[in-house]
């Protein structure tokens, strides 16, 4: 558990600077990307105070709400 990453750096960035300005970071995030890492971090997961997920499983909420981190997970509602 690295913290949030990115492929761009120029979007890294960006998002570094709106996480230095804010007083709560929440952070979206499809459950397919957690355990990736990309080419920019853009915070730590000291810095991240919510990630909102669509799935998360025990062993990865362990780890998130270890550093902190609080995590709301919700499903889908299912189509078809």
């Known amino acids: 558990a690295d913290g949030a990453s990115t492929p761009d750096l120029a979007t890294a960035q960006a998002k570094r600077s709106m996480i230095g300005m804010a007083h709560t970071v929440i ?36 780890a998130l709400t270890a550093h902190g981190v609080d995590v709301v997970c919700g499903k889908p509602p299912h189509r078809g």
């Open 27 to 62: 952070l979206l995030s499809d459950s397919t990307k957690f355990g990736r890492t990309s080419f920019a971090r853009f915070a730590t997961l000291d810095e991240i105070d919510v990630i909102v997920t669509d799935r998360c499983h025990g062993k990865t909420r362990k």
